[in-house]
């Protein structure tokens, strides 16, 4: 019994900024990981940012140097800023959490439209 939940999406015009959060909630021992996807109609889902419970990060290159992951431990969230927002940032975005002796569990998402 894990529940994922997303917010923080909306709409927002280019060049502007957005903060993503999730937070899980339910019984379990440890997150060993928490990551960020996001999801096109019509396309795969691509993998965005990832963050482990000792704070180790890493980016896809599309993001790099506008994104930021983040996590808080003790209420079990993470983060994700988006700044300089690009039209073809636009997606669902989707967290997962990787958690110890049960697997992966996924949020129902959130949507991000950046307007030109």
């Known amino acids: 019994q894990v529940q994922v939940v997303e917010s923080g999406g909306g709409l927002v015009q280019a060049g502007g900024s957005l903060r993503l959060s999730c937070a899980v909630s339910?019984?379990?021992?440890?997150?060993?990981?928490m990551d960020w996807y996001r999801q096109v109609p019509g396309k795969q889902r691509e993998p965005v940012a990832i963050?482990?419970?000792?704070?180790?990060?890493n980016y896809a290159d599309s993001v790099k140097g506008r994104f930021t992951i983040s996590r808080d431990n003790a209420k079990n969230t993470v983060y994700l800023q988006m700044n300089g927002l690009k039209p073809e940032d636009t997606a669902v975005y989707y967290c997962?959490?990787?958690?110890?002796?049960?697997?992966?569990?996924w949020g129902q998402g959130t949507q991000v439209t950046v307007a030109s």
């Open positions: 997962r959490a990787l958690v110890s002796n049960l697997g992966a569990y």
């Open positions: 339910g019984t379990f021992f440890s997150i060993n990981a």
């Open positions: 963050i482990t419970s000792g704070g180790s990060t």
